[in-house]
């Protein structure tokens, strides 16, 4: 495990930012506003080795329905509250051995990164680790300019009062992870784009993924539905990278996302099939345009708001991470990951993660959600037909 913890640190001199720490800083005493900055002076990322857990094997946690309780104690910072973040590490790792394997969680502050910037920095973690007995340079470096749109100032001004702890008391929760095969993804995005996929003035190319988030709302939906004239959302991440004029450089180090919000009823979604959901997402996300984010920008810097989980979650779905981040090729040395799991950090009755899965083109889907709705989803026979049981493929 020291190989991993000096590996760790020469991963961080690529990436110094995750080695501080989140200060706040009052801007004047007449004014009522903090503001935020990173001290890179600081006591660094946090690295926890925690050895070998009794009798748990890989299996006991891929093989069981509902991810084990005990997996959320192998990420580190465990229970840090939000508010917290001026003062925990911008990064903790902590390296958990199992009876035969290892299991490697990570704890990041999104204030400082977003999972196409983590995922960057766990590559080339992996890779200056695979590499350390021959060198310690990596392939693709990141790039730590920061960018700001021409109209903000900085610092920007935060409400005092909205930093605070937020009160919201989180019900019971289950996590289960769906395991949906490329070939019943392909089969979900053609049946959607075969009545969905065009309009009278254009063709649209409603993708996998949109085909297969609708597919899990609408079950959802049918599996916790009481009122069937209550509004529910979808809450995407939009990476801002590819949509800027010019882009993002490759590389760069930060957090470029925002959420967008897809609303309708539960009679609208239960009314149509999946392909009119997948529709409805569509057609938000494809309004953001350069115009548009510059436009959340602007609004935003005008209005800085730290948005608080009570906010967002009722009756929602929130979807993060991405099946395009680079999972699978991070061999430390030895040899491929068998499997992804999230913590418990910003977990909510309604908490998507998406991973890419083990084989090519497929797709894990980490659902958060009461115990009720869980169960009531592994009944529903409509939903689980496009489920692969993972006991099937490790």
């Given at each position: 495990?020291n190989?991993?913890?000096?590996?760790?640190s020469?991963?961080?001199?690529?990436f110094?930012?995750l080695a501080?720490?989140?200060?706040?800083?009052?801007n004047?005493?007449?004014?009522d506003?903090?503001?935020?900055?990173?001290?890179?002076s600081?006591e660094?990322a946090?690295?926890?080795h925690?050895?070998?857990?009794?009798?748990?094997?890989?299996?006991d946690?891929?093989?069981q329905?509902y991810?084990?309780k005990?997996?959320k104690?192998f990420?580190?910072?465990?229970?840090?509250?939000?508010y917290?973040?001026?003062?925990?590490p911008?990064?903790?790792?902590q390296?958990?051995?199992l009876?035969?394997?290892i299991?490697?969680?990570c704890?990041i502050?999104?204030?400082?990164?977003d999972?196409?910037?983590?995922?960057?920095?766990?590559?080339c973690?992996?890779?200056?680790?695979?590499?350390?007995?021959?060198?310690?340079i990596?392939?693709?470096?990141?790039?730590?300019?920061r960018?700001?749109?021409?109209f903000?100032?900085s610092?920007?001004h935060?409400q005092k009062?909205d930093?605070?702890?937020?009160?919201?008391?989180?019900?019971?929760?289950?996590?289960?992870?769906?395991h949906?095969?490329k070939?019943?993804?392909?089969h979900?995005?053609?049946k959607?784009?075969?009545?969905?996929g065009?309009?009278?003035?254009?063709?649209?190319?409603?993708?996998?993924?949109?085909?297969?988030?609708?597919h899990?709302?609408?079950?959802?939906i049918r599996?916790?539905c009481?009122?069937?004239?209550?509004?529910?959302?979808?809450?995407?991440?939009?990476?801002a990278?590819?949509?800027?004029?010019?882009?993002l450089p490759?590389?760069?180090?930060?957090?470029?996302?925002?959420?967008?919000?897809?609303?309708?009823?539960?009679?609208?979604?239960?009314?149509h099939d999946?392909?009119?959901?997948?529709?409805q997402m569509?057609?938000?996300?494809?309004?953001q345009?350069h115009?548009?984010?510059?436009n959340f920008?602007q609004?935003?810097v005008k209005?800085?708001?730290?948005?608080?989980?009570?906010?967002?979650?009722?009756?929602?779905?929130?979807?993060?991470s991405?099946?395009?981040?680079?999972v699978?090729?991070?061999?430390f040395?030895?040899?491929?990951?068998v499997a992804?799991r999230?913590?418990?950090?910003?977990?909510?009755?309604?908490?998507?993660?998406?991973?890419?899965?083990?084989e090519?083109?497929?797709?894990?889907?980490?659902?958060?959600?009461?115990?009720?709705?869980l169960?009531?989803?592994?009944?529903?026979?409509k939903f689980?037909?496009?489920?692969?049981k993972?006991?099937?493929?490790?």
């Amino acid at each position: 495990m020291n190989r991993l913890k000096i590996s760790l640190s020469n991963t961080l001199n690529y990436f110094p930012v995750l080695a501080g720490r989140l200060v706040a800083s009052k801007n004047s005493d007449d004014d009522d506003t903090l503001s935020f900055f990173v001290d890179c002076s600081n006591e660094g990322a946090e690295f926890t080795h925690v050895t070998a857990v009794p009798d748990l094997n890989v299996a006991d946690i891929l093989e069981q329905t509902y991810v084990p309780k005990i997996v959320k104690y192998f990420f580190p910072l465990n229970g840090v509250r939000n508010y917290e973040g001026v003062s925990k590490p911008l990064l903790a790792v902590q390296v958990t051995e199992l009876v035969d394997g290892i299991f490697i969680g990570c704890t990041i502050n999104h204030c400082v990164a977003d999972g196409t910037s983590f995922w960057h920095f766990f590559n080339c973690w992996s890779e200056i680790t695979r590499n350390s007995n021959s060198k310690l340079i990596v392939n693709k470096p990141p790039v730590l300019d920061r960018w700001f749109p021409e109209f903000v100032a900085s610092p920007i001004h935060v409400q005092k009062h909205d930093v605070h702890e937020d009160e919201y008391d989180v019900p019971l929760l289950e996590e289960r992870v769906f395991h949906f095969s490329k070939e019943n993804i392909a089969h979900l995005k053609a049946k959607a784009n075969s009545k969905y996929g065009n309009d009278d003035q254009n063709i649209i190319c409603l993708s996998s993924l949109q085909a297969l988030l609708a597919h899990l709302w609408q079950s959802v939906i049918r599996c916790r539905c009481r009122n069937a004239d209550e509004n529910f959302s979808f809450k995407l991440l939009i990476g801002a990278r590819p949509r800027l004029q010019p882009h993002l450089p490759q590389g760069y180090f930060g957090n470029a996302v925002h959420f967008v919000n897809i609303t309708t009823t539960a009679r609208e979604i239960l009314e149509h099939d999946s392909g009119w959901a997948a529709l409805q997402m569509n057609k938000v996300v494809s309004t953001q345009t350069h115009e548009e984010v510059m436009n959340f920008y602007q609004s935003w810097v005008k209005n800085p708001k730290i948005v608080k989980k009570s906010e967002v979650v009722s009756n929602s779905l929130i979807a993060s991470s991405s099946p395009h981040f680079n999972v699978y090729d991070n061999d430390f040395g030895w040899g491929r990951p068998v499997a992804v799991r999230s913590g418990a950090g910003n977990k909510h009755d309604g908490k998507i993660t998406i991973f890419c899965g083990a084989e090519q083109a497929s797709i894990d889907i980490q659902a958060c959600l009461t115990p009720q709705t869980l169960h009531a989803m592994g009944h529903d026979t409509k939903f689980m037909a496009a489920v692969t049981k993972i006991h099937d493929i490790v």
